[in-house]
Nanobody, 115 residues
Framework: QVQLVESGGGLVQPGGSLRLSCAAS????????MGWYRQAPGKQRELVAT???????NYADSVKGRFTISRDNAKNTVYLQMNSLKPEDTAVYYC?????????WGQGTQVTVSS
């Protein structure tokens, strides 16, 4: 059974930092493209960042220079380091594993940026 479990969300003040983790089980994460997505209230889910099997990264324009995605295949875990957080970053953040026609999602972790 495939499971993706996100952690590390919470409440943070504007300008602060958080590090999200996504632990995968039931798959060899090293062969999957891993990604972080987010969904704010009343909005569609959107791409935040992806990282390929070889480590190439891609970011949404809104987070470039502030967020960093990384992966540790030995730990079957992908991370999202979020710095200089803004109120508009408030959302539920989801982890995704993708390989051709296989897509797996985590349950999400809430990130709230507010003073």
């Amino acid at each position: 059974q495939v499971q993706l479990v996100e952690s590390g969300g919470g409440l943070v003040q504007p300008g602060g930092s958080l590090r999200l983790s996504c632990a995968a089980s039931g798959i060899f994460m090293s062969i999957y493209v891993m990604g972080w997505y987010r969904q704010a209230p009343g909005k569609q889910r959107e791409l935040v960042a992806t990282i390929t099997q070889g480590g190439s990264t891609n970011y949404a324009d809104s987070v470039k220079g502030r967020f960093t995605i990384s992966r540790d295949n030995a730990k079957n875990t992908v991370y999202l380091q979020m710095n200089s957080l803004k109120p508009e970053d408030t959302a539920v953040y989801y982890c995704k594993a993708a390989l051709r026609f296989e897509n797996y999602w985590g349950q999400g972790t809430q990130v709230t940026v507010s003073s």
